[in-house]
């Protein structure tokens, strides 16, 4: 592979192009223009201007410096092939964007070969940024500059687990979410992808998502790993084509969860 892999620099400029489209039409009092698109499942899945105009401007930056590198979003779909592919979801949790709830992020992934390499969940309105730069995860906000580490040593009667929504449980019954919600500590919702980060900064232990498309994990799959988590479906495999998905803090918890969902 001959193809230029960018520094973490460039996903920090991808992400400051995209606030300029988001965080003005955040909380913006009805002046945003919000439409549906067809969904399995959900008689209401939003985009938005912000949506779309966000991964725009990604697109052109990423065009103009890296014109050989792929690109996959959720407005615009795939343009190019090759080995290098960018995966961008410029408004990750729309719903809580519309009802003004700072819980949404751009997620910005590299795949590498299909695999994911470098990633950024950005939080304009909280100032936070968490990524991945290849070889370790980090954060910069509000409370600092530092390195994400999931949390370890955590036994599963007293992990936290997290899932964006409990409405997709039962048109999922052949996981056992049940057996897994009785065997931790506690359970919560609505976190959308910031609880994902949130797991790489050793907040919460376990994320379980029952349907994703691949912009919606690839930025946050090298962020957790690097941070020494585990992602992958809930067969063990890969998580970059999406699907269900399971992210923990530690591969001991990982083993223990799988069993469970899947018994």
């Known amino acids: 592979m001959n193809q230029v892999i960018p520094d973490i620099a460039f996903l920090h400029e991808l992400a400051d192009a995209a606030d300029k489209q988001t965080l003005p039409r955040f909380r913006s009092r009805g002046s945003l223009h919000v439409s549906s698109k067809p969904k399995e499942g959900y008689r209401f899945d939003p985009v938005t201007d912000a949506d779309r105009e966000a991964e725009r401007v990604m697109r052109e930056l990423i065009t103009a410096r890296y014109p050989d590198h792929a690109i996959m979003g959720e407005e615009f779909g795939t343009t190019g092939s090759g080995p290098v592919r960018w995966v961008l979801d410029p408004v990750d949790g729309t719903r809580p964007f519309l009802c003004g709830l700072p819980v949404w992020g751009t997620l910005i992934g590299l795949t590498v070969e299909g695999r994911g390499h470098m990633g950024m969940m950005n939080q304009p ?139």
């Open 125 to 263: 309105f909280t100032g936070e940024r968490f990524w991945a730069d290849g070889q370790q995860a980090g954060y910069r906000g509000p409370l600092g500059t530092f390195q994400l580490q999931t949390r370890k040593g955590i036994s599963l009667d007293q992990a936290i687990l997290h899932t964006t929504s409990p409405e997709p449980v039962s048109r999922f019954p052949n996981v056992n979410f049940a057996a897994l919600e009785a065997s931790t500590l506690m359970i919560r919702y609505g976190g959308e992808c910031y609880a994902m980060a949130m797991l790489a900064a050793g907040q919460i232990d376990l994320c379980l998502e029952f349907s994703l498309q691949p912009y919606d994990i690839v930025a946050l799959v090298p962020i957790i790993e690097q941070a020494g988590g585990v992602v992958t479906t809930l067969s063990g495999n890969r998580p970059e084509a999406g699907g269900q998905i399971l992210a923990s803090g530690c591969p001991h918890l990982h083993e223990q969860a799988l069993r469970i969902l899947n018994s």
